[in-house]
């Protein structure tokens, strides 16, 4: 990725893993805290129209080749960043900018249908966040979580979610060596402790200082 995006932070996981949860519990402890600056929740695949058609994809209700599935992704990512309004404008006029899912979801998800490459390059002239919470969970417990659901996406079984998990793993690796802030949560905990160690790790961003 290219450059570091202060007051930018994001969520990883796989699916199950809590990351929503966690993101709208934030917004409310961050309400509660008379924390200063802006706090603004976001989310990818957004829902713009690009969001739109991959969700519909994910739903198993619009088929694309996986490579033209991975060009969404980024197709939305850079609406999402660039657009008027959007996560690069509210960064760089200090509001707290927390996503749910960001490139790390296309480098692992879209690396595991696609190969490394065209994500990667695809992927590489956005920023890197400050600050990347990843919520670490064993996959067959983060899907149990996902039974009570009418229906499941094209990536919520076991198999899948194992690779994921092992892809999120290397790829942490690469980015503490690489110098990128990146915070492990241990995502198998009540979500009052999730909730706990998610504030823990970005009360202590910069933008706090
Ligand atoms: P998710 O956050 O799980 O949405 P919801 O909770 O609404 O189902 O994200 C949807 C799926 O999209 C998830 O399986 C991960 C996948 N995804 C990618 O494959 N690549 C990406 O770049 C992003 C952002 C998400």
């Not at 994910?58 to 996560?87: M, P, Q, S």
Request: hydrophobic share 35%; charged share 25%.
């Amino acid at each position: 990725m290219n450059g570091i995006l202060r007051n930018f932070a994001v969520f990883e996981g796989c699916d199950g893993s809590g990351t929503s949860t966690q993101l709208s519990l934030l917004g409310q402890k961050y309400a509660s805290s008379g924390r200063k600056p802006v706090f603004y929740p976001t989310f990818e695949p957004t829902d713009g129209a690009i969001g739109g058609l991959i969700r519909s994809a994910l739903k198993n209700d619009t088929f694309f080749k996986a490579e033209t599935l991975a060009r969404l992704f980024a197709a939305d990512r850079n609406e999402h960043l660039y657009a008027a309004g959007g996560v690069i404008e509210r960064c760089r006029r200090g509001e707290l900018v927390v996503c749910d899912r960001y490139v790390p979801s296309s480098l692992v998800y879209q690396g595991i249908e696609c190969g490394d490459e065209l994500p990667r390059s695809l992927n590489s002239a956005f920023p890197a966040p400050e600050l990347l919470l990843f919520f670490d969970i064993d996959p067959k417990t983060a899907l149990e979580r996902l039974q009570n659901r009418s229906s499941l996406e094209i990536y919520e079984y076991l198999e899948f979610q194992k690779k994921v998990r092992e892809r999120y793993h290397s790829l942490l690796g690469r980015y503490k060596d690489a110098g990128f802030g990146v915070e492990i949560i241990d995502a198998s905990q009540n979500r009052e402790k999730v909730a706990e160690d998610v504030w823990a790790a970005v009360s202590k961003m910069p933008i706090f200082e």
